[in-house]
């Protein structure tokens, strides 16, 4: 855990640099186990030999970072409201799409309803509960994806059953 926690808050270079991916999403995972422990079970589907992906990864571990935690958010969300209790799952997966590399991180949390669909990415929008966040995690999230990588950030979802939002990112230099 000290580990995970050093490389994550001392990613290194403000540069862009080849990144392992998979390496930093078990980083991520593991710094944020106080996060997601309680209310859910985090399962993992790394690629193997995935191709290193040309990024800011202190930024782009802040994305994972604020996704898995919304993920633990919106399970819990739904398990407060669950007699039964028990645990959701986070599915993290990642894969080679032609010149891209795609994580798609999966919960079986409460979904985002549809009123909230079209503002998700806004910033100051927030579907939490007062004093719970600020609006910004996506906000930033989108921004650090699309603008800083020249990638996409998008999500598919269902009420009541749970959401995955997908990052794209290009291997190379966007000029390249």
């Known amino acids: 855990l000290v580990r995970a926690m050093k490389e994550f808050s001392h990613p290194g270079d403000k540069e862009s640099q080849n990144v392992d991916i998979n390496h930093l999403i078990e980083t991520t995972v593991t710094v944020a186990r106080n996060e997601w422990k309680y209310s859910s079970e985090v ?16 930024e782009i571990g802040q994305v994972l970072l604020n996704l898995l935690v919304n993920a633990a958010h919106a399970i819990t969300e739904k ?17 080679v799409d032609g010149p891209f590399i795609l ?14 669909r079209a503002k998700i990415f806004d910033p100051f929008f927030t579907t939490k509960a007062v004093g719970r966040g600020t ?9 650090v994806v699309t603008n800083k990588h020249g990638g996409a950030l998008t999500f598919t979802t269902a009420v009541g059953e749970g959401t995955t939002f997908t990052i794209r990112l290009p291997m190379k230099k966007p000029e390249d």
């Open 43 to 58: 399962q993992l589907n790394l690629a193997p030999d995935l191709p290193g992906v040309f990024c800011l990864a202190g």
């Open 79 to 95: 398990l407060g409201r669950t007699p039964e209790g028990g645990k959701g799952l986070i599915t993290i997966k990642t894969e």
């Open 103 to 116: 994580v798609h991180i999966t919960d079986t949390g409460c979904g985002i309803p549809d009123f909230a």
């Open 135 to 143: 609006g910004q995690g996506l906000a930033i999230a989108y921004e």
